[in-house]
């Protein structure tokens, strides 16, 4: 009953606020055919000629102008109304009469470019011998040869840019039980031209991914993001999508998301997800069907492992759905006897 109150007097502050608006313009309307009509009185009145034809001018003359700057004074008279309900609401706000029910977030400058250009500046300090060594040992860790526990207790050096730039030594939500090397424009340079296969990891909370039980959700999504519903709201989801293979260059297509039917969609070239990282946000968003909520979206893409094929890929690629029988279906079984879909 509360809301419903509250939504009346909502509605009748509105209804209110939309008839003084009215009654202003037909004011002013009025005052400025008076101002006009006026001036013509005073030049027309001295001149003897027939009423009739000035009259007839008048209007014609009057209506050519509303005509002409309507346009314009509409324009004035919008931004006039913004900036007062924009000064109204710092007045209501000073006075605690109003309250800040909810802040949508526009970052203009991305935290994303920002981590990349910090990363690749402290990597390219290093000495040339160093870091020549860095980067190769990245790419060869890329390729499926991760250094062996001695390594990493003695070499220090090569232990913090695995932490930056692997995703199997990550911290949580860029962390992931694969040794995939981030693509920057100094990591590119390492296995440019060789056969890649690229990966986009994305992070949010999980009560972004989760219908609104309102408004609901703007298309079908994938069975694994329906299964979010039963995680708490501010647990971390993060999601690894294998999106394409290619050469490490920078025209090539990488797929920032794929729909139900896992078809690859929002196909951008690998320079736009790699200087654009906001793409990558819009993206995810719109395969959760909650595009809304595309600047609370987090990633850290995109990554790559060199010379070693996606068997996931291979199948999502296969035009025959009956080759899905081949692959290994305990662990989706299982999901759905622990959640109730099957017996």
């Known amino acids: 009953m509360a809301r419903l109150i509250k939504h009346e007097a909502r509605t009748r502050l509105h209804e209110r606020r939309r008839d003084i608006r009215r009654r202003a313009a037909e004011e002013r309307r009025r005052r400025e055919e008076r101002s006009i009509r006026t001036l013509f009185r005073h030049i027309v009145g001295r001149i003897d000629v027939k009423s009739s034809f000035w009259e007839a001018f008048k209007e014609n003359l009057l209506a050519q102008l509303r005509k002409t700057f309507k346009h ?35 970052p203009f400058f991305f935290k994303n470019k920002h981590e990349i250009a910090v990363r690749d500046r402290l990597l390219l300090s290093l000495p040339p011998d160093v870091r020549d060594y860095i980067i190769n040992r990245l790419i060869d860790v890329a390729k499926g040869n991760p250094p062996s526990p001695e390594e990493l207790q003695q070499d220090r050096l090569l232990r913090y840019f695995l932490r930056l730039y692997i995703a199997y030594y990550s911290d949580f939500p860029c962390k992931h039980r694969s040794y995939m090397v981030k693509i920057t424009p100094v990591t590119v340079t390492g296995f440019l031209g060789q056969r890649v296969t690229y990966y986009v990891l994305r992070w949010t909370e999980a009560k972004n991914v989760r219908a609104d039980p309102y408004l609901g959700r703007s298309r079908p999504v994938d069975f694994y993001i329906s299964l979010i519903r039963y995680k708490p709201d501010e647990d971390l989801w993060n999601s690894l999508l294998v999106a394409s293979e290619g050469t490490g260059d920078y025209t090539d297509t990488v797929p920032l998301a794929r729909d139900h039917m896992r078809r690859p969609e929002y196909n951008v070239p690998l320079r736009r997800a790699l200087f654009q990282p906001h793409w990558v946000k819009v993206a995810l968003a719109k395969m959760a069907g909650r595009p809304e909520l595309a600047t609370v979206m ?6 790559c492992r060199v010379g070693r094929l996606s068997k996931t890929l291979k199948w999502l690629e296969e035009p025959e759905k009956r080759f899905w029988g081949r692959r290994p279906r305990r662990r989706i079984k299982d999901v759905l006897y622990y959640k109730g879909f099957r017996v």
């Open 298 to 303: 987090s990633h850290c893409s995109v990554y």
């Open 72 to 106: 314009d004074l509409d324009k004035l008279r919008e931004e006039a109304e913004e900036t007062w309900e924009k000064i109204t609401l710092l007045r209501d706000l000073a006075r605690r009469r109003a309250k800040i029910l909810f802040v949508v977030e526009h």
